[in-house]
């Protein structure tokens, strides 16, 4: 089963977006961790980990969102 099949049969459970991704990734700490700062709407928590994370791939994340957004104008 792809990933869009197991999406739309979780759908089919009435699953809500938060459910469906916790269904995905399982018991996670640091994804439990992201979706505790997210119900806070604790945006610095979630920009400091994504700074993080960019700077261990070695992506900088300023280049990447202003790429990003290009895309929208």
Sequence with gaps: MN???LIKSFMTKG???KGI???MVGNNPIFNNL???AEKNDTEGIEKFARNIC???GIKLDEELANFRKNFN
Excluded: A, D, G
């Design 55 to 57: 700077e261990q791939k």
């Design 35 to 37: 979706i505790s700062m």
């Design 21 to 23: 991704v916790q269904k």
């Design 15 to 17: 699953l809500t977006p």
């Design 3 to 5: 990933n869009i099949e």
